[in-house]
């Protein structure tokens, strides 16, 4: 029913930035909390950011809430995460993830996953 792709995912040198993109097959993300989270091979999945889209209030972690900022494009029904500064720990799989309503930083809790962009920074 919900489809997520994302983008923007590529190869980069410490310092840098990058841009993910969300896009939704629905025409709105009208009353769903979208996040962003990150995997590495061996690593629980990690919250990194979330916006509510009805209200537009963000939540970030705090290893990335100097860095990184998540934003929406009503028209677009699309979720942005800029990355700046962007640190070879930064380095993993990016998901884009929706749930209804709720705002979660836990994984578990969100029903809707795109297949995942690869983020790499290179020292």
């Known amino acids: 029913q919900v489809q997520l792709a994302e983008s923007g995912g590529g190869l980069v040198q410490a310092g840098g930035s990058l841009r993910l993109s969300c896009a939704a097959s629905?025409?709105?993300?009208?009353?769903?909390?979208v996040g962003w989270f990150r995997q590495v091979p061996g690593k629980e999945r990690e919250f990194v950011a979330f916006?509510?889209?009805?209200?537009?209030?963000?939540y970030y972690a705090d290893s990335v809430k100097d860095r990184f900022t998540i934003s929406r494009d009503n028209a677009k029904n699309t979720v942005y995460l800029q990355m700046n500064s962007l640190k070879p720990e930064d380095t993993a799989g990016y998901y884009c993830?929706?749930?209804?309503?709720?705002?979660?930083?836990?994984?578990?809790?969100?029903?809707?996953w795109g297949q995942g962009t690869q983020v790499t920074v290179s020292p």
């Open positions: 993830a929706a749930k209804f309503q709720f705002e979660s930083t836990r994984y578990p809790e969100y029903d809707y």
């Open positions: 916006i509510s889209w009805s209200s537009g209030s963000t």
């Open positions: 629905r025409r709105t993300f009208s009353n769903y909390v």
